[in-house]
């Protein structure tokens, strides 16, 4: 297991599980075996009252959902639509509704329409890269080194500090929690409830609806915080796993394509094919939200500083930034893996490997690299394939992010 993935694990695993400040893990939980051993490996596991703890994060995102968009209609009385296109909470809140309803529909794919699927594909990839004999390491760039570091931090800070970030929303005004209680307290049963229970004391008032509607955004940041964590060091551990398999594999098809090495990437494919389904639409979904989230958190950064504190705009340069950066982590380890597999195929059939051969072993070796299919994340929907992730694509994909984000703020 690659240490700087495996380290990002237990971190994930011993902050937001084992000590979460809400003292609840996910429905799954990560179990370290010999974890300062060379030869340590980890297994994904569900947990007792998993169908209670699936139906938590959930019900957080589709409260996300909800009140932000209760909010923008409340915000969008009276109002023109010049008016709202330069309001920072309406960027803000529709940002919050896309990452929310993407993560709502992505959750459902993955943890709740059954987590037997996930956690055979991890645990298995696992054991096939526990059956290496000796693991060879790749050379560690110093940009890999820093992107570590980067999404380490984040992690740090993000467990210590969210509730800080729900804290200056309430005060640079864009929580859209502030505005929901305000309208609803008006209705006249609502009213008249908590008129009974605090009398004339408004202040008591106050204090007991301020604590309620900061205690449900501390919370929902927090669940959804959580799940993006998972899911970014989960995509980061699976691919270095893939690589740390595929790697010594490619060194000794330089040798011949032995049919052991054949069956281990034809079960790969096998793996892969398991979860394809998921996989497009995440894949698919995943470049839409982050262009959205560089896109947008640029504009507010840049064009409507002058509209918003000075911390709401190093917020969303933060974003914007990290966002980006974790992005090029993502892509660059996605495509070293489509790289070794194109590599490990076209070695497999080149005419070195080849012209070294028997008869009897070249017409064998031709026939299992003609079996051997290529592996890219595919991007598209559900059973329906749009395109792939390849190490071409890779380069496409920051491209258009960068060129998206030109026009908007050209535009504007």
């Known amino acids: 297991m690659p240490s700087n993935q495996f380290e990002l694990l237990i971190l994930i695993q011993n902050l937001y599980n084992d000590h979460y400040i809400f003292f609840y893990g996910p429905p799954f939980a990560i179990s370290f075996h010999h974890p300062a051993k ?88 696992v054991k096939i890269k526990g059956q290496e004999p000796s693991p060879i390491r790749g050379h560690i760039t110093k940009m890999d080194s820093l992107l570590h570091y980067h999404l380490k931090t984040c992690i740090w800070l993000a467990y210590y500090f969210t509730w800080v970030a729900v804290l200056c929303g309430i005060v640079a005004d864009v929580d859209p929690y502030y505005y929901i209680v305000e309208n609803l307290i008006k209705i006249g049963p609502i009213s008249n409830f908590l008129t009974n229970i605090f009398g004339q004391r408004q202040f008591f008032q106050f204090i007991a609806l301020f604590t309620a509607r900061t205690f449900i955004n501390i919370f929902v940041l927090y669940e959804s915080v959580r799940l993006c964590l998972f899911c970014v060091v989960f995509i980061l551990v699976i691919s270095q796993v893939f690589m740390a398999i595929a790697t010594p594999m490619r060194i000794r098809v330089d040798n011949g394509l032995s049919r052991k090495d054949a069956a281990i990437y034809n079960g790969l494919v096998i793996l892969m094919e398991i979860i394809a389904k998921q996989i497009r639409t995440t894949t698919s979904f995943c470049i839409i939200a982050v262009t959205v989230v560089i896109v947008s958190s640029t504009f507010l950064a840049v064009k409507l500083h002058v509209e918003q504190p000075f911390y709401v705009t190093g917020y969303h340069a933060g974003v914007a930034g990290t966002t980006f950066f974790l992005t090029q982590l993502q892509l660059r380890t996605v495509s070293r893996c489509n790289e070794l597999s194109k590599g490990f195929i076209s070695a497999g059939k080149s005419e070195k490997v080849l012209v070294a051969m028997g008869s009897n072993d070249r017409k064998l070796c031709i026939m299992q690299v ?26 496409e994909v920051m491209v258009y992010i960068v060129e998206e984000t030109i026009n908007m703020l050209m535009a504007f």
């Not at 803000?92 to 059954?114: K, P």
């Not at 595919?378 to 059973?383: A, E, K, R, S």
């Open 38 to 125: 060379k030869n340590g490996s980890i297994s994904v596991r569900k947990v007792g009252f998993k169908t209670v703890k699936s139906a938590i994060p959930a019900l957080c995102l589709l409260v996300s959902i909800l009140f932000h968009v209760y909010g923008i209609v409340l915000l969008r009385k009276g109002r023109s639509m010049t008016e709202m296109a330069l309001d920072s909470r309406i960027w803000t809140w529709f940002l919050m509704i896309l990452m929310s309803l993407f993560g709502f529909i992505e959750y459902c794919m993955w943890i709740l329409a059954g987590l037997d699927d996930p956690i055979y594909f991890f645990n298995e990839l």
């Open 370 to 395: 003609k079996c051997l299919k290529e592996l890219a994340l595919q991007v598209g929907l559900g059973p329906i394939n749009f395109s792939r992730l390849t190490v071409s694509s890779k380069s």
